[in-house]
């Protein structure tokens, strides 16, 4: 199991700048002080680490700050949708012989609608290219995907009037994923969000609704076997008051089988696809 935390910076401890660090986490807390090592999101390349390619070189293992000579903001351009429908760890897998999801709904009832999207996330791109379509609203309805905010309660400006999640009932959601899938992804960034605009009580509240859903995870990620990882693109939201991303690294939490390699292997963004395929050895012996 893969979390993606948009906007999650290894920071300082004082909890007057750092929200992880004033009480409203315990459970990020413990992985990020137990069971993180750190990744440097600089990609060494000069000026503050975005998303666009944070997100391409975690996903698919290229240095894409390099190759496009700065860092992109927000979403990935011709070159980056190039470099993630080529180089993204689904297929990767795929082609290991092994089974990967994206678990993110995406509130459309047709998924055409999300591959005829101008605009496009590295998440979406990747799901697009890797599995041909994402979770739609009906599958989110069934509980076979999980609504990014992890309790729908932002669909209710689209329109939604179904039933609200808690954040348990999301984590319930994304287990029932991962068991079905030697690999599953799902991205969080409502930290990044509310590190560009929010107020304290915000990031805290974003911070306190991610916990309660790691709460629900962990005892999934303890279970014999289950390989977790949780890592982020850039820092933002452990720097309280800049209001745009840190040049802090971030931090890679691994627990479980191989958790030690990817922490001892991983030093850069760019190193965990790598390292990762590491531990799912080709199960096809002509390949
Ligand atoms: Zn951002």
């Known amino acids: 199991m893969f979390i993606l935390v948009d906007g999650l910076g290894m ?54 700050a390099r190759h496009m000579g700065r860092h992109v903001s927000g979403f990935p351009g011709p070159s980056l949708r190039k470099i993630i429908r080529e180089n993204n760890i689904y297929d990767k897998l795929a082609h290991r012989g092994y089974s990967s999801t994206f678990a993110n709904a995406y509130y459309v ?19 697009l290219k890797a599995f041909g379509g994402v ?10 995907a999980v609504y990014q905010d992890l309790t729908r309660a932002s669909l209710r400006a689209r329109g939604y009037e179904g039933p609200v999640q808690t954040p348990a009932q999301s984590a319930q959601a994304l287990v029932a994923i991962a068991r079905e899938h030697d690999f599953t992804l799902f991205e ?85 696809t790598p390292a990762l395929l590491e531990l799912y050895p080709c199960k096809n012996s002509s390949q």
């Open 11 to 64: 920071g300082g401890s004082n909890p007057d700048v750092n929200p992880v660090y004033s009480g409203v986490c315990p459970n990020l807390l413990n992985l990020l002080t137990c069971h993180a090592g750190s990744l440097d999101a600089g990609l060494g390349v000069a000026g503050i680490p975005q998303s666009a390619t944070g997100q391409t070189a975690l996903l698919t293992g290229v240095n894409a």
């Open 188 to 272: 969080y960034f409502q930290t990044d969000r509310a590190g560009h605009k929010g107020t304290w009580a915000e990031l805290q509240r974003i911070l306190g609704l991610f916990d309660e859903f790691l709460a629900d995870l962990l005892p999934f990620t303890r279970e014999e076997g289950v390989l977790f990882v949780l890592t982020s693109d850039h820092g933002n939201i452990e720097q309280f008051g800049a209001r745009s991303h840190s040049m802090n690294p971030v931090p890679l939490v691994a627990t479980g089988p191989g958790s030690d390699f990817l922490k001892k292997t991983a030093f850069s963004l760019t190193d965990v």
């Open 135 to 144: 979770r739609d609203q009906a599958l989110m309805e069934q509980g076979r």
């Open 109 to 127: 009832s047709d998924v055409n609608e999300v591959a005829g999207r101008k605009i496009q996330s590295v998440t979406t791109v990747a799901a």
